[in-house]
């Protein structure tokens, strides 16, 4: 059974700088999600997609953020001009349908 | 705004006594509600869910969770607690908006004393 895969799992980098984050999900989930967790927080909705179409946005994604999900398979989180204020445990989840969410194990950024 | 409290921050319970995590949700219509639990830099397990229909509702690992609509909640229950259950715990509830979008609480740390 392969699970939702995020990679890398742990990301340092120095304010300024971009990143980007990749969610392979469960192959045959058409829905996306991504989520943002900081410490001692329970996960905060980021945004969601639906096959390729990227349908909702939380306020919470700046114009600094941006999401992708080509050809509806994969899906990548790019960070730009990194702050201290990213710092956080990015998840991402797919689902079929309206089925449970599965939650992929995260990726960790941090920010010096 | 919908929303979810765990009102318990942090919780310890000596290994094969029960548990019980309480959460409440506000929310009009009728919820879809989750428990979930997360281990130390892990992402989140599914634990059980309640979409409609027996109150009472059984998941993984000898858990339980028991939906009171007149109460807002939905408190999960294990009647034997493993030192493997030592991990956060997770309440959400849907927010339909055309989507599935969770909305969580804070999370209960579950610490198992021997």
């Known amino acids: 059974d392969t699970g939702v895969s995020q990679n890398p799992r742990h990301k340092i980098t120095k304010r300024g700088q971009n990143v980007t984050f990749r969610c392979d999900p469960i192959?045959?989930?058409?829905?996306l999600y991504w989520y943002r967790q900081t410490l001692g927080q329970g996960p905060e909705f980021l945004t969601y997609?639906?096959?390729?179409?990227?349908?909702?946005k939380s306020r919470l994604l700046s114009d600094r953020f941006s999401a992708e999900r080509p050809k509806g398979s994969f899906s990548t989180l790019e960070i730009q001009r990194t702050e201290q204020g990213d710092s956080a445990m990015y998840l991402c989840?797919?689902?079929?349908?309206?089925?449970?969410?599965?939650f992929g194990d995260g990726t960790r950024l941090s920010i010096l | 705004a919908q929303s979810v409290t765990q009102p318990d921050i942090h919780i310890t319970v000596s290994e094969g006594a029960s548990l019980e995590l309480r959460c409440n949700y506000s929310y009009g219509a009728t919820p879809y509600l989750f428990w979930y639990v997360q281990s130390p830099g892990q992402g989140l397990q599914l634990l059980l869910k309640?979409?409609?229909?027996?109150?009472l509702v059984q998941g993984i690992k000898g858990f339980e969770a028991e939906f009171k609509r007149s109460q807002s909640s939905f408190n999960l229950r294990k009647p034997s607690v493993h030192w493997s259950d030592a991990a956060e715990y997770f309440c959400a509830v849907v927010v339909n908006t055309g989507f599935q979008k969770l909305v969580f609480g804070t999370g209960t740390r579950l610490l198992v004393s021997p």
């Open positions: 309640y979409f409609s229909g027996d109150t």
């Open positions: 192959s045959e989930h058409n829905r």
């Open positions: 997609f639906q096959n390729e179409a990227q349908l909702e």
């Open positions: 989840a797919s689902s079929l349908n309206d089925q449970p969410q599965h």
